[in-house]
């Protein structure tokens, strides 16, 4: 029987996810189909996952915390940061995973070796990031730009900034999380600080994809070595994928096509 997968957010119009896996699933002949279901209240998560059937979904902003209160089991790392980016319905119950951290680390491997990271923003994607760093003992600070969203770093990270009290020092990268240039043309922090944070650092990362950030603007007109969140959706995409399919196809065809979607 055909499987469906959807993927949930507000909004979803311009994810690349449902090209994504269409691309994998037809390609790969896995007898599935990925849609887009925009989702306003969070709460109504688990009914519609059941009304639609799916057989598994990838949440999206500003889903991803409730999604892990959404589940009836949340497994490996989506457990320590308490955020959830894929569901599986495993006969009927929703276990929660993360893969965006994973992805993540693996779009950053051509930057070589990483030992300090500055990570601005502190929402969902900050914590899983953070999190991800710490396990492979990088070390991490913090700056966002409100001091309330700061308290899960606090005793995790090395140091938690908000804009006022920000101490300038070198990173090996920094990593914007916030949404900030994802629909307007902000950038995270003010531009005095961000022009000294990129003086200071060796590699810069946007979470955001599709379009050059002011901030990733800055980076290359500084010439800075930089990438958007396209890798890093990428990644995820292809973790997912190896859950929903069960990992009845191959990690390596799965890459393959993936990847290919992302010339259409
Ligand atoms: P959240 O809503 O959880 O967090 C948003 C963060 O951005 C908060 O720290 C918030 O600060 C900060 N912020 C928002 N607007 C501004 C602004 N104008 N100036 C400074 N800071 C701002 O979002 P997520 O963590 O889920 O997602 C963040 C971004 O990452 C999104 O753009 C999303 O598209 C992208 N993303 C990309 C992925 C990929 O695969 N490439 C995967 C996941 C996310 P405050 O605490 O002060 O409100």
Request: hydrophobic residues 40%.
């Amino acid at each position: 029987m055909k499987k469906l997968f959807a993927l949930f957010g507000n909004p979803v119009s311009h994810s690349r996810s449902p090209i994504m896996h269409n691309t994998v699933f037809k390609h790969l002949n896995y007898d599935a189909t990925y849609i887009r279901i925009n989702l306003e209240d969070g709460q109504k998560l688990r009914e519609t996952f059941f009304s639609f059937g799916l057989s598994g979904a990838n949440i999206t902003v500003p889903h991803k915390e409730v999604a892990y209160k959404a589940c009836d089991e949340v497994r490996g790392f989506a457990k320590i940061v308490g955020v959830v980016n894929t569901i599986i319905n495993e006969n009927g119950r929703l276990i929660g995973y993360n893969t965006d951290a994973d992805g993540f680390m693996q779009a950053i491997t051509e930057f070589g070796s990483i030992n300090t990271i500055l990570v601005i923003g502190a929402g969902g994607t900050a914590k899983a990031l953070a999190s991800r760093f710490i396990q492979d003992s990088i070390k991490v600070d913090v700056l966002n730009r409100s001091a309330s969203n700061l308290k899960y770093f606090q005793n995790k990270v090395d140091n938690c900034y908000t804009w006022d009290n920000f101490k300038l020092k070198k990173y090996d990268l920094v990593v914007n999380t916030t949404s900030a240039g994802l629909k307007d043309e902000n950038l995270p922090a003010p531009k005095e600080l961000i022009d000294d944070i990129l003086k200071n650092t060796s590699f810069v990362a946007d979470a955001i994809y599709g379009k050059l950030t002011p901030f990733l603007k800055l980076a290359k007109k500084d010439g800075l070595t930089y990438k958007d969140g396209a890798d890093m959706l990428l990644g995820q995409g292809i973790l997912a994928n190896e859950l929903f399919v069960n990992k009845e196809l191959k990690i390596q065809d799965i890459q393959k096509e993936m990847q290919k979607s992302f010339e259409l």
